[in-house]
């Protein structure tokens, strides 16, 4: 190391710096290495007790993977989840950021601040919540259906509709979050585009398309990674709802290595899953900014 | 924020009026469908038992009750997860804000060889989701004997790459001359840091404190992993354990519904200035 001022700069900067690499590195980077070990073991209860007794199993966790019915249920869960929540949660955040900035409205940081209010929220206490109501019978949701003449559904009961009200849910739980995002870019844009616009006779709906929607373009890539990393992590809402089922309808692949790892302690299937669901968010996050890059 | 009125392009004062109430109208109906459900569980942590399971729904409970706080503090001893959430979540802020501000600030301004690949190699860690850690990190801190500690707890959460990130951004923009002012006087690094970096990066201590904080008291997967005795569940673990066994007790599980969340919703609403400059800076591309 270098004596000097410089050396002494250098010197304190690693001690600056060790505190947080000792511990990011010991409890992180070193378990996803580990992760990627563990899931070419068939580390289970008994290697629990006594890990010399997982032994190498190659790649055979994700083969008995493939030909796993549950695991193919979860990926598709997730996938559901993931590209049907993903992008009606970026479009009602736009909405909202849309509407919250419009400049005719008065008291806007009042309902910024209402909007953004359930993404605080504790998101376990939040799933008890709507677990009663989408109650079947007394749950305010089929109460105010009944209104507009729709009969009662057994939200987190039927198969068929236990994702689409996790999806609900998380909509409204998720929103806010991209909607303050779509506000900074909303109000980045230069008002002389608009002017311009406007003086070579753009109606609003033109504008919107011509000089709103390209504008954010990065906004968008920003809000739609995020949200499609979180959501293909989907995990607590199943967990506290459905238990993953009914019929393993929100069985999600979190949900899954859970199961597998911590209630059946096969970890080394359920690291196995892990690194699937990281391939997952890496390929998706790696096409989204490639789609963006070639549209722009 | 306020800007004022523009005039509007040539427009009937009809159409004006009709486009105002529109927006309004989805403006307010939008409040009412954020508020509800939370207003909801307030409202109905106060009904008696079985009132919440009526039909048609009631909105307001008829005779106001405490009863559910009572046995939520008493019976289950809801207190004493309260007690273990706030401990958990104070100690990982403050401690977070000491391991994060030193390593963002070492990274925003002292010179030292590697530091491009250093804060590079810190990057590509945000891709990586933190369930890929969770199973290893589980068996490490079995052989640390941490599983079922409160500190099995905590330290997963004292560094964050974000937070290193988020001092970084804005540590980037205290003046050189400041620190070389300090330097030629003979101040030590540490001493540097302490009297005159902490006092610049206050404000986004604050920021990365409440966003600590929040986040820690919201988290679920990992304190669900970690801990085994009920006596040291974070509230939400606790509540997901009530709430399967109390599935018919509506009111009751309102209120531990409340208990949960008010807490946090009252640090962001008074704190929320310091909130929500996170989410912008976190947003905000190299």
Do not use: C
């Not at chain 2, 469908?33 to 307030?42: D, N």
């Not at chain 2, 990586?128 to 941490?146: A, E, G, R, W, Y």
């Not at chain 2, 500190?151 to 997963?156: A, C, K, L, Q, S």
């Amino acid at each position: 190391m270098k004596r000097g001022p410089e050396g002494a700069q250098a010197r304190a900067a690693w001690y600056f710096l060790a505190p947080a690499l000792v511990l990011i590195g010991l409890f992180f980077f070193l378990p996803v290495a580990a992760s990627l070990l563990l899931s070419v073991t068939d580390f289970d209860i008994y290697a629990l007790g006594n890990a010399s007794l997982a032994r190498f199993v190659g790649l055979g966790n994700y083969a008995n993977l493939i030909h796993n019915p549950t695991f193919w249920t979860a990926v598709k869960n997730t996938f559901y989840f993931a590209l049907v929540g993903g992008p009606l949660t970026v479009a009602v955040s736009l909405g909202a950021a849309l509407l919250v900035n419009a400049r005719a409205v008065r008291l806007r940081g009042v309902f910024r601040t209402v909007y953004f209010t359930p993404f605080v929220t504790t998101l376990v206490a939040i799933a008890v919540v709507w677990r009663y109501l989408y109650h079947p019978r007394y749950g305010l949701l089929n109460y105010l259906l009944a209104h507009v003449g729709i009969g009662p559904i057994d939200w987190l009961g039927d198969p068929r509709w236990a994702m689409p009200a996790i999806i609900v849910m998380a909509i409204w739980k998720n929103f806010g979050y991209n909607m303050l995002i779509f506000i900074a870019g909303l109000q980045s844009i230069p008002e002389e585009l608009y002017e311009a616009a406007r003086i070579d006779g753009a109606g609003a709906l033109r504008r919107f398309r011509h000089v709103t929607i390209p504008q954010l373009a990065p906004t968008f890539l920003f809000v739609g990674v995020v949200t499609m990393i979180g959501y293909f992590q989907l995990f607590a809402e199943p967990y506290v709802m459905t238990g993953g089922g009914p019929l393993r309808a929100t069985t999600s692949l979190v949900l899954f290595m859970y199961e597998e790892g911590f209630r059946w302690w096969r970890m080394g299937v359920a690291a196995a899953i892990a690194f699937v669901l990281f391939a997952i968010i890496l390929i998706w996050t790696l096409l989204q900014m490639r789609l963006q890059r070639e549209r722009a | 924020m306020t800007t004022a009125a523009k005039p509007v392009v040539a427009r009937s004062p009809g159409a004006a009026v009709l486009a105002r109430g529109l927006l309004y109208g989805l403006l307010i109906g939008g409040a009412i469908v954020a508020l509800l459900p939370t207003l909801w569980m307030i409202s109905a942590s106060f009904m008696a038992t079985g009132e919440a399971n009526s039909y048609p729904p009631h909105f307001l409970p008829h005779a106001p009750t405490l009863d559910h706080y009572r046995t939520l503090f008493s019976r289950l001893s809801l207190g004493r997860y309260l007690a273990n959430s706030t401990f958990v979540s104070i100690v990982v802020t403050v401690l977070s804000l000491a391991v994060n501000s030193l390593a963002g600030y070492a990274l925003a301004k002292l010179r030292f060889k590697g530091r491009d690949r250093l804060f590079r190699g810190l990057a590509l860690g945000l891709v990586i989701p933190v369930q890929v850690s969770m199973l290893p990190l589980f068996l490490l801190m079995k052989s640390l004997h941490l599983v079922n500690t409160y500190w099995g707890v905590i330290i997963p959460g004292m560094a964050s790459i974000f937070g290193i990130f988020l001092i970084r951004q804005y540590a980037l923009a205290i003046p050189e001359d400041l620190l070389d002012a300090a330097r030629v006087d003979g101040a030590s690094e540490l001493r540097i840091y302490r009297s005159v970096v902490l006092p610049v990066i206050t404000p986004i201590l604050a920021t990365l404190a409440i966003w600590t904080f929040l986040a820690t008291w919201n988290d679920f997967m990992w304190p669900l992993i970690i801990l085994s005795d009920d006596r040291r569940f974070t509230l939400p673990v606790a509540l997901a354990a009530l709430s399967g066994e109390h599935v018919q007790d509506t009111e009751l599980m309102m209120a531990g519904s409340v208990v949960t969340v008010l807490p946090v919703l009252l640090a962001f609403l008074i704190l929320q200035r310091y909130y929500v400059a996170g989410i912008m800076m976190g947003s905000v591309k190299e």
